[in-house]
């Protein structure tokens, strides 16, 4: 038996299609929205053999079968569509706007009666879940990068019967695997790190539930969430340097840690110890934190995050944003450039105000 291969090596190969003579290396883009009767597909929104080789990538880096949406908002909606109405969930007080936007008005709907708890505090998230019926992690949280005890509270879930879904982009499966601890499904925005050239919306879903794997697909069919061919096909080709790329945007921002929690005009620096997103605030106004990220030359002003390329923004900038968010805080997407070329631009941003 041949040994599991390493995380690097399935980022390369996985996805790609038989090896024979003259057969192609990587995937064809497939652009058609009909099929010849007699196949598994049948119409365009059911399938495409494009999606089919970037989930099959994706599959091997998280331990399950994949689903591609065409954004990470589809993906988790799709989760929450197949919840019963006013179902309890429990959830994170501060996470991804977009996730705490959507619960929020489920909430105030009816639709589901959400827990908002804070996930640093693992008896109360614990105690939130009796008689829940889901639970949605998010870990490292955006854009605060608090960590939850995943195994502790994945553990609870299950004795307790609960499905468990955690937002798996920030960490990635390069640092945490969610579905081997025990967790139901496992959500990225593709957008970001896995896909990682800020040229694709994309998301996904794993899960080693058939049953649960057929409710999601049929969500995604009937609600029309299908990713399109020539993104399954960019996004794919993104992976193939996904390992590469974190690495070394972590590295950039394990550096740039130490060197912001120097600096004089930094009042706290949020790094969990691993991923390249670092959230740190400024010490000053939130006019001033703002002019700090409109003052950056090669550091661009814009939000998104997992690209080559370094981001930056004050997120409270969005009316949508958690008010626990603080005014001074800047969310900062390390890239892969240079580390002091990404620093001297942090400094001479920070010497604005």
Not at 72 to 99: K, T
Not at 186 to 213: C, E, P, W
Not at 259 to 266: N, P, R, T
Not at 314 to 339: D, F
Request: proline share 5%; glycine share 8%; hydrophobic share 40%.
């Amino acid at each position: 038996m041949s040994k599991e291969r390493h995380i690097e090596t399935t980022a390369v190969t996985a996805g790609r299609p038989e090896m024979s003579p003259d057969a192609a290396l990587n995937p064809p883009i497939v652009l058609t929205s009909t099929f010849h009767s007699g196949g598994p597909i049948g119409y365009g929104r059911y399938g495409n053999h494009t999606w089919t080789a970037l989930e099959a990538a994706i599959s091997e880096l998280e331990g399950g079968q994949t689903l591609a949406f065409s954004s990470g908002m589809a993906a988790i909606s799709a989760v929450f569509s197949i919840l019963p109405i006013g179902a309890p969930v429990v959830a994170s007080n501060q996470g991804y706007s977009g996730v705490m936007t959507l619960l929020n008005s489920f909430h105030e709907s009816g639709r589901l009666e959400v827990r908002f708890v804070d996930v640093v505090n693992t008896d109360e998230v614990i105690n939130a879940m009796k008689g829940a019926a889901f639970i949605w992690l998010e870990s490292p949280t955006n854009p605060c990068l608090d960590v939850a005890d995943l195994p502790t509270l994945i553990s609870a879930a299950k004795k307790l019967g609960i499905g468990v879904g955690v937002d798996n982009t920030f960490a990635t499966p390069l640092v945490q695997n969610p579905l081997a601890m025990g967790a139901d499904i496992v959500m990225h925005s593709v957008t970001k790190f896995l896909s990682g050239h800020s040229d694709v919306l994309m998301g996904s879903l794993s899960t080693n539930d058939q049953a649960l794997l057929k409710r999601l697909q049929d969500s995604r069919s009937f609600n029309g969430s299908i990713p399109g061919p020539f993104e399954a096909w960019l996004a794919l080709r993104g992976l193939r340097t996904f390992p590469l790329r974190f690495n070394k945007s972590q590295e950039n921002a394990k550096q740039l840690v130490e060197k912001l929690s120097g600096h004089k005009k930094v009042s706290r620096v949020r790094y969990p110890g691993f991923g390249a997103i670092i959230s740190f605030e400024v010490a000053g106004t939130a006019e001033e934190t703002q002019k700090v990220c409109d003052s950056s030359r090669l550091i661009a002003h814009a939000t998104s995050l997992g690209g080559v390329e370094s981001l930056w923004e004050r997120r409270r900038r969005w009316p949508m944003e958690s008010l626990s968010v603080p005014e001074q805080l800047i969310r900062l997407s390390v890239g892969c450039e240079h580390v002091e070329d990404i620093w001297n631009d942090i400094e001479s941003a920070l010497s604005s105000i």
